[in-house]
């Protein structure tokens, strides 16, 4: 009980902290998050970390953070996969660091991506196919399952991502994207994914480059 109700104090403790520097000056709050960070951290801060994040005004400051999620723990991979299919441009400009975080966490994060592929929520799994390529290239198969989704853009990237596959068995679910699918966008990204696989096994699958030409 007395090491539950340290945490807690500890926790308040930064909580005001975080809310006084995000009024203060840049160095300041840069001097905050690294005490943080090198300190005691609680997945009770991880929501008032994401808010500092996204609404900060200075990218540095929101670096330091993006940077730095993983010491959060497993609780932060889900945010992080949805940041990482934002299109908000301060967003987009942190992914470097976002996927820092994830690949801090590793074998830690695996689990929860595989989880995210087969989610309802679409901006997870379109996190999770960036967190796949960028970290668990080698799991890449992972997201044949998505050749069929609803959105057109869900299947498209998991089809680019296919692309760094080298087993030959999944030509011929792209194959089946190149022939069938409706959008014309995630046709011809299965064709150039095909052709990728070809360099990547180092085969030529001449019948398949005369139907993509």
Known sequence: MHHNNRITILSAAFAT???RA????????????RKIFEGYVDA????MMLDWMVTESCPGVSRIIAGNLG?????????????LASSQFNIVNLRPMLLKSLSV??????PIIQQALQDKCTSRQLG?????VEIFPRNVRLVLPLLRHAHWHVRLESVKALGLSSDLSD????????RQD???DVRLAACVAIQAINRNVGRSLQGVTKMCS
Not at 22 to 33: N, Y
Not at 71 to 83: Q, R, T
Not at 171 to 178: F, T, Y
């Open 22 to 33: 995000k009024q203060s000056s840049i160095p300041k709050r840069k001097a905050v998050l």
């Open 171 to 178: 030509v011929a679910p792209l194959l089946d994207v190149m």
């Open 17 to 19: 902290q975080i809310l």
């Open 71 to 83: 010491a959060f723990g497993s609780s932060s991979v889900l945010p992080i996969l949805e940041l």
């Open 105 to 110: 966490l590793h074998k830690e994060a695996l």
């Open 182 to 184: 409706r959008h014309g």
């Open 44 to 47: 009770s801060l991880l929501p």
């Open 128 to 132: 999770a196919i960036t967190a796949v």
